[in-house]
């Protein structure tokens, strides 16, 4: 079992950038895939960005060039750095981690606000 804790969200303006951290508590962090999703109002929830255990990255088109995902797995957390925020990134964002062919965890979220 896993805890996922999302923190760095907040409003801000077109532009502009935040970090996102999601730090994991619970079991071995460094074997699991970590991702991040997010759901706008009224919209279903998407995928964002994944890394795996080896470092490797995947992208959102949506997002690929702005957001970058990372992890620090001596600190349990995974990052995702937002750069040339646009009011459509607006959403609460989900920090997910996984096993291939286990269970999904996911944490409460975090609420980013891109306006001016």
């Known amino acids: 079992q896993v805890q996922l804790v999302e923190s760095g969200g907040g409003l801000v303006q077109p532009g502009g950038s935040l970090r996102l951290s999601c730090t994991a508590s619970?079991?071995?962090?460094?074997?699991?895939?970590m991702g991040w999703h997010r759901q706008a109002p009224g919209k279903q929830r998407e995928f964002v960005a994944v890394?795996?255990?080896?470092?490797?990255?995947n992208y959102a088109d949506s997002v690929k060039g702005r957001f970058t995902i990372s992890r620090d797995n001596a600190k349990n957390t995974v990052y995702l750095q937002m750069n040339s925020l646009k009011p459509e990134d607006t959403a609460v964002y989900y920090c997910?981690?996984?096993?291939?062919?286990?269970?999904?965890?996911w944490g409460q979220g975090t609420q980013v606000t891109v306006s001016s």
């Open positions: 997910k981690a996984y096993l291939i062919g286990g269970t999904s965890h």
């Open positions: 619970g079991s071995i962090f460094s074997r699991y895939v």
């Open positions: 890394i795996t255990s080896g470092g490797s990255t």
